[in-house]
């Protein structure tokens, strides 16, 4: 249980567009969402924090207009990358707490590889 | 932000040999979770230690927590080739909101 699905897996954009990836909780209610980005051969880097029906939470130095957070409804979170350019060609992946007894667990979509051409 | 590092970067075994990932840390956590990336895709979970807890034991995997260091290791017992992947602690910081630190990870080669 507790599967997070992100699509898509691979996008290719044109500089200057904008691209939107989703993260949707399949059997569960995801209240928070984290989202990163990874460089190659990097760590995951905290890009920002959602909860349900209210504002993003974002790291310092990630640039709010730039990278969009939308998380509507209990099951959905968005991040559409704005103007994307090749600097924003990143490995992003969304993270959902999942409540369990005294502590919580994360899952993990498999990720958006975005290339900015 | 805070982030774990890993040592070593890289490993390279051979199947059925034991491989030991480090990692240390800079503040109190609640906890400390270890992860498996394989390449170009997202994590799985491994395995989740409380701050109270010092070894923890999950099929070939072994996990040990020493809070007065700040480190933790994991040792993957008897590897497979299926094991290759990166490994990556993840610390759950005190008063963090939950938030998961990375560590700076380890890339696994496991040969035949």
């Known amino acids: 249980g507790a599967v997070v699905s992100q699509h898509p897996s691979r996008v290719i954009c044109k500089s200057g567009t904008s691209v939107k990836i989703e993260c949707r909780s399949l059997?569960?209610?995801?209240?928070?969402m984290f989202w990163y980005r990874q460089f190659p051969k990097q760590s995951l880097m905290l890009m920002a924090t959602?909860?349900?029906?209210?504002?993003?939470?974002?790291e310092q130095g990630v640039e709010k207009d730039k990278f969009l957070i939308n998380h509507a409804s209990l099951t959905l979170s968005t991040l559409t990358v704005t103007s994307a350019h090749p600097e924003d060609s990143s490995f992003y992946i969304c993270s959902a707490k999942v409540s369990g007894s005294s502590f919580f667990r994360y899952t993990f979509g498999s990720g958006t590889r975005l290339t900015v051409v | 932000s805070q982030q774990g590092e890993e040592d070593p970067q890289a490993l390279s075994i051979q199947e059925g040999e034991n491989a030991t990932m480090n990692c240390s840390y800079k503040?109190?956590?609640?906890?400390l979770q270890w992860y498996r990336q394989n390449s170009g895709r997202g994590l799985v979970h491994l395995i989740l230690i409380r701050s109270n807890e010092r070894e923890k034991h999950s099929g070939r995997l072994r996990v040990t927590l020493d809070t007065s260091k700040k480190s933790s290791s994991l040792l993957i017992t008897a590897s497979r080739a299926a094991d290759t992947a990166s490994y990556f602690c993840a610390t759950d910081l005190t008063g963090g909101g939950n938030k998961l630190t990375f560590g700076t990870g380890t890339q696994l080669k496991v040969e035949l």
């Open positions: 959602s909860n349900e029906g209210s504002k993003a939470t974002y």
């Open positions: 059997d569960f209610q995801a209240t928070t």
């Open positions: 503040t109190s956590i609640n906890n």
